[in-house]
């Protein structure tokens, strides 16, 4: 079989692509004395984890336990949940998987704090707590240095967790600010924070230069999408993920319909102010695809001087390429430019 | 194990709502004399499509081919695919559900219509066939009545197939205007089109005064949504689907993080003009679902007299339910406020 004659939509990931994509992003760690501790929500796939990992990779980030089960059933050993677990459901499943694989939890409240103590407890194993604190994204994560303390003297206190740390995201100016001040009285204190860890793609490759971290979480580099070329940190040679679509209807002279979606590429809009559209069209960079249905994608071909044919097979980059594998069971892999066969996305809505 | 336990986000549909639903619309169809044909893509279960049929629809409507196999596998056995199929692989598997079930299939172009033409000779078996015309959507569908009669004459002329008659989404006045002027040229060339289908959920309870159809294709009614409230067309009380979540993080007096985003929710947003955000809380009107990203959902609690606790379940109506269903493996039945187990969203992903 080959890639052409694949039913559409289908999600294609380039091997070649995405093995340069990784070196790449080790390398820079490498270079700057980071540890890489990839965020696997962007592909969900146990086989490119445990690539990453042998290129070098620290261990991963799972955002939900149900990623990090996948991922420890897969032989993964070294895993980051950084997300707060909350009650004592999550805390017998955290529990289970202690043994099996060194587990570290990020909390930023008591009830989190309780859920990764009573996992300990029912475990036997230690878990690594790291604490959030926002650096400008407004969501999880305390609010201030003061709260930071109070939390980890809490950790300090509670039989079976080991402080580990601090976690932020983004990695920005903010990060630094509040390192600057937290470090210190962690210190006066006589506690260590030997994990400093921030994540994001866009602006990885200024991570060593942004905040004093030792730590670097990233998703998106292994395919890459049009929002991290829009973001500068990547080329369209560097998207290793396309959705492969057929023109199904050409009703006007400039409008093409393709076969995906919003079920294909997910809604995810660019940010205010950079293009608009829900995806780039390599073949033909001048196409629009302007608005989208579940199973419908309008394409605007106003400013296309050659315009695709009704039938024909179009190639896109997705705004957003996390949610998109989130979207499919399963992807087809290339290598050299050949179809390699499926990849089950074993860890796709693993939501709990 | 009651409702109050199962882990969040978990997607809750009351059982008694969708019954209540179900039975106005068949109610409404009834009373004007349309055949009801609901799109099965807002719920993707076949149990809830058998309950349709079992209420009085004629049949059922799925977007795409990989729906439809789901729902005969299931025993379904009068199927609409209304979207163009496109090339041998699609002939191929439509060839196969032929001898199973009462197929039709909607077309707006030459190669859709040569690939039904393919599955009816390859099935041995009639292909009932629409010709979906544009009514405002600017998405698939002939432009103009000329092309219609184009494509309506290739029908008549293809062995297997039998011209059904004509498709339009949404239902609107440009829809009543195409067929006033459609209608008699058809006639006129001695072609009849016995099925005049149209959909939309919104609108639907106006479709007797909005066109001559004698179909009508509904989805969302099922469960309602954010949208539907918006549009008039159900109350709060009518929204079958929920999403159960849990507060993660009370990081600030104003600002919960609920432990679903873009990955639970969907990105879909509410059309211009009409309330922001991504979803209500019928618990706590006043919160706003202001920001997603994949597994945090932000909620602005600035409005709200009473604010709700870390670690509180929280009831959330999305914005709009079909891409949720298609998110989630499964869903859990509530029937009398009592919890009825789990079932599967058996045609989820399926957008092949």
Redesign the interface.
Known sequence: MDLA?L????PVVDLDVVEANLKRMQAYCDQHGLALRPHI?THKIPALAQRQVELGAQGITC??LGEAEVMVDAGLTDIFIS??L??E??AKRLAALAPRAKMRVAI?????LATAASAAKQSGAEIGVVIEF?SGA??????SVDAMLELAEAVRATAGLRLDGLMTYPLSAASADFLAVALPQLEARGMAAPVLTGGGTPNAFHAHETAPINELRVGTYIYNDRMMVAAGHAGWADCALHLHV?V?????ED?A?I??G???F????MPAGVQEGYGYFPDYPEARLERL????G?VDLSACARKPA??ERLRVVPNHV??VS????RIALVRGGEFQGFVEVAAR?R??
Not at 7 to 10: C, D, F, G, H, L
Not at 108 to 112: G, L, M, R, V, Y
Not at 266 to 269: E, G, P, Q, V, Y
Not at 326 to 329: A, G, P, T
């Open positions: 004659s039913e559409t939509p289908v929500k955002q939900k997300y707060p909350m009650g459901a999550k930023d409240n008591p009830i989190a926002d407004a969501r999880t994560g305390v609010t057929t199904i209807s050409r009703p006007t409008r319909v076969d995906g919003s079920k294909s997910a809604a995810d809009i249905s579940e199973e419908h309008m009704l039938g996390c949610p989130n979207l499919h069971d809505g939501t709990v």
